[in-house]
């Protein structure tokens, strides 16, 4: 199936804790992002990243890194985890005068 | 003040009903995004618009790109259409990286 796969779905972890969300695309897409949803279900940009440019939300923490082994995958790490950071993230990708395909989502749950 | 605002918040219809969520934004946009979110939920990209109107089956979006306005109609509703409804905008600034800047959504009640 073409689609945005991202692992794991559900993520419950302890605060202090250095944990990672998988992300691939087989859509052929040149562009990735990581967007977050709140509590009360709004989103917002995290990153966008294509092969020649990372952008980086100003109001993201730097414990929160992207890496992209290739083209067709975009990780988030996040270090030191902190209850704040509890929310579902979302890994998305697109291409020029396309439309977007979202993954499932994480949630993310710190104790 | 959100540079994408969506009205209204909850909406509440009988099965059968026509549908209307309003989106009006602030910024300059390339594109204009409509997605459909499902308790428990992935998010799905309902139209991208950049002027005029697009129908997919009993989905209808316009958009006046003069008056910043976008619209998502829904004819017939049907309980399964019940939702969160989502604009997004992509701003001229965000250039090739093509970042979403989104309202805060209007969830769909559609009763039986």
């Known amino acids: 199936d073409t689609a945005v796969s991202q692992t794991p779905k559900y993520l419950v972890t302890q605060m202090g804790n250095d944990k990672s969300i998988k992300c691939e695309q087989n859509l052929g897409h040149d562009t990735m992002y990581w967007y977050k949803q709140d509590s009360k279900k709004f989103l917002k940009i995290m990153f966008s990243?294509?092969?020649?440019?990372?952008?980086i939300n100003e109001t993201v923490p730097n414990r929160f890194s992207p890496k992209s082994p290739d083209k067709a995958h975009l990780n988030l790490h996040i270090n030191s985890l902190e209850l704040g950071d509890s929310a579902v993230y979302f890994c998305?990708?697109?291409?020029?005068?396309?439309?977007?395909?979202f993954g499932s989502g994480t949630r993310l749950t710190v104790v | 003040k959100n540079e994408v605002e969506q009205s209204p918040q909850n909406l509440t219809a009988q099965e059968g009903e026509f549908i209307t969520i309003n989106c009006s934004y602030s910024?300059?946009?390339?594109?204009l995004h409509w997605l459909q979110q499902h308790p428990g939920g992935g998010i799905v990209s309902l139209f991208m618009l950049s002027s005029g109107k697009k129908k997919h089956g009993r989905l209808i979006a316009t958009i006046n790109i003069q008056e910043k306005h976008s619209s998502l109609h829904i004819t017939a509703s049907h309980p399964r259409d019940s939702a969160v409804y989502i604009c997004?905008?992509?701003?001229?600034?965000?250039?090739?990286?093509?970042?979403?800047?989104f309202g805060s959504g209007t969830q769909l009640t559609v009763l039986p």
């Open positions: 998305a990708s697109s291409q020029p005068r396309a439309g977007y395909t």
């Open positions: 997004a905008v992509r701003p001229l600034s965000s250039g090739s990286a093509r970042q979403l800047t």
């Open positions: 910024v300059g946009i390339s594109a």
């Open positions: 990243y294509n092969n020649k440019e990372l952008i």
